[in-house]
């Protein structure tokens, strides 16, 4: 790829080679004109209500679709876009942030521009906290080459990166020589060689191994190898909350999501009494394990991901997921029959009856209404662990985030889940506390023509909260959701107080398919899920016995 | 001040000390043992919907009462209040957060806790840009002494500081010994004794001598010692757009606001024409001073801020503005009267025809409308803009972020201004644009019993945009602002479309003193008020030039 360009023309033109069609933001005076470009250019500007919602929604893009863009001006927009931001360095999803800033030639004798902080790069020098690589762009010969290696970084280690675009550079020429793909990174041959041969002699010796499929595996589009691994071998595996639908939930290999005293009984057992635990792209993050109620024996436990590799208590920094999987397919191990190993049940019809209606009698109607063609969107709170129970039939088509858990993220992540794969429909399951924070981003939804699903779970507060500590902090104000559409037009409303209600609600809003649908479930504030009821009773513990 | 107490309740007896009754925020679990605490305490705790909006109210509180408080979750709370932040160090607001962080207790072999983004210290590092100054009261030996000098840093410098709680902590003992109040900062006796002595020597050989008030009369307390300075020396005044009400704006000396060539006409001649400008706790920030149109001699200029004082080309580093204004008091300068000395007319009276309202007009009204029982908060766009041509005749009750500019400010921010200043009512002029990014707020001022009148500018978009770029960028998604009591209740919602509609609405919402009142104000696109024009203009002409 050579010759000469302009910044902005060569930053598009690289988005679209990385297959990006949308963008999100807001504009601002101080990336207007690159708006303006966006404009002409072959990419879609999605524009949110807020900040908050584009970050949200490039995060979700770029799970789905491998990499997002969300678009802002300097500082008023920069800035309300650090948690969402930090959210995606946290969860490995690969995000640009591309930010406006004042030109350079408004900068002579530090004057005191609108939108700034402290100095010129308070925003660059918070966004260098947040993600893998960041650059100003303000060495314009050297801009083409800034690009290609920021954007790499993004897509090498699937995290965040930053650009900021001095708005009278946008235009500026630039040129570059070269392939704008720097080599991927590699694992060290021969000790990639040993850390094979070790995993081959454990698996060998072991009676009980289990695989945990992590993150990785879907970020770095690793599905097919692993499912070759799985079943070529009868290793049967779990996943964790943030990587839960790697893999369709159904297959007969499959023992649940494990997140130790949290998950459901069968894959906690076993994993913990496995003898040869092989995670893959996995983070032990904590909400993830189950707020340390995980019971893992490292002496047993073989780890591989995209930051180096371990066995039992020795480590392999360099040896990397990317190499390790695909070498230990090559190992052609022998395959072992699992006693575990059986189909997932077929899902027990509902029969919805004319009762108030309760989490668990939701969630088990949503385990028969869920198929192939709806992507999931579970917000923090009793949304998320109450849907990691659900089975998800169809890869990659859960979402949420679960280790950062950062409430506000489904609404929003909807619209970019549904950009990034127009195939699924979205079906969100958020709070209602977590719903005020973002929710009414769902007019942006039907600006665009999409169509989610927003089940309102109402329990009037943060649910999540009340079993540790409760007070009136925890109440939120009564919204009346069902009444959305009056303010914001094609959505329909609904007001679910019984089972029935709720049934006859979703088979409503599958029917409409071309636009958005609100459900407001009323629910008992004190009526918790199976696996909310573990969590809080472990995090409660933990905040009694740190306060003293 | 001597004892032993807690770190949580020393933090909650000192904020009580700066006379706080309010904190905003929204719980979390790693603050939430802290909440309960506040609960118990005589501080009211205000639950905002998202936790942007508790930083802007904060900020607003702050402005009006010299402290206000915002505490909030670890990053998933924090980092959404990095821009409010942000907005209260660029404006002088005296902010102070506290955000809870994971026990120290949980920190052991670095552990991957949920809403953990790099390290543990990632929030702190980013705040630390943000902030004067910055703790996280990890060493509780020394807490006592910690949360005083941060505290008091909010209060000398007027800029948001930044406490962190590791929720295990949060009952530690600590002590303290001695007085918490650091000795003030003072200027040195000889450089103002030369300042002053210089500054009374070319105020004597002025002609026309004009004051600019800057924002730090109003943050410091300086408005009387202002005023007698004004009546003794018959000096007319102006102020910034950031520092507009810091005075009655009907005193027969009063200028107008200066915003160079933004502004009216009266002020700028006044003040550009003048031989010796007295600039007194004023910024020379862009949008402040009309974006560069500002035409300013520095040759005929004396500026005293709390950062330092300068003369013509020389600077008194030492001579601070808390010193150098009473000291000018002290001078006995001789009276003179001033030509432009005359009382504000009043406003013309107002009738309102059965004509499509326009923002000439809207204003028009407002001028006749608001009285000393209100307090105005004007969002960043066409409400600031045009706002600043209102008379306020009440002091400091004109509130609006114009240097730092972030859209959405205003509803949030009369919830905190309300509970500051609760003998005043809230008005608040906000675009559609602004209002779809935090006016869902509003359900927390009907939570909490406030009562703002809003009037949203609604035309379609980005309005202060469209004149420099326009684009399907610059629109934004349709809401029927009137209908918005459907969802969050006991709201008075009115939809407007000509003078008529405006004036009895407004009379409407001022008989219902016990609830809000959302005007959903219909204009024209491309309908702008004359200072909006002046400056876009401005500003148009200067992204032109920049991306060339």
Redesign the interface.
Known sequence: MKGETTVSGYLIRRLIDYDVDHVFGV???YI??F??Q??ESPLQ?I?T??E?GAGFAADAYARLKGLGVVCVTY??GG??I??TT??A??EKSPLVVISGAP?L??RHRN????????DFD?QL??FR??TVAATDLIDVENGCCEIDRVLAAAVRHKQPVYIELP??L??AACSCSGDPSPPAAASDPDALHEALTETVQRLAQAQRPVLIAGIEIQRFGLQQPLLQLLEATGIPFATTPLSKSTLCEDHPLFLGVYEGAVGKEKARQAVEQSDCLLMLGA??????LGI?TAKLDQALTISSSSDGSSIAFHQYPEVLLGDFLPGLLDQNLPHRSTAAAKPTAAPQPFEAQDEPITIRRLFEYLETFIDDHMVLLADPGDAMFAATDLTIRHPAAFLSPA??????FAVPGAIGAQLARPDLRPLVLVGDGAF???G?EL??A??FGLSPIVVVLNNGG?G??RP??D???????????S??P????AVQGFEIFSEKDFEQALQAALTHTDSPAILDVHLDPHDHSPALKRLTDA?GA??RN???
Chains 1, 2 share one sequence.
């Open positions: 504009p601002g005076d207007l004109d708006y303006r966006l404009e500007m524009n209500c807020d908050q500082c008023v800035l309300k650090a948690n930090a959210q360095f946290a030109g030639n408004e004057p005191l521009l609108h939108h700034k902080v402290r308070t020098n918070i906290h947040l708005r009278d946008t235009e983070f032990m993050t904590d909400v993830n340390f280790y950062y858990t950062s409430m506000g005020q924070m973002t009414m007019s942006t039907v600006r943060y999540t909260e540790m500590t007070g009136r902090f925890n109440d939120v104000p009564v919204w009346r959701f009444r959305l009056e303010v914001i037009g995090l933990k905040v740190s306060g003293k």
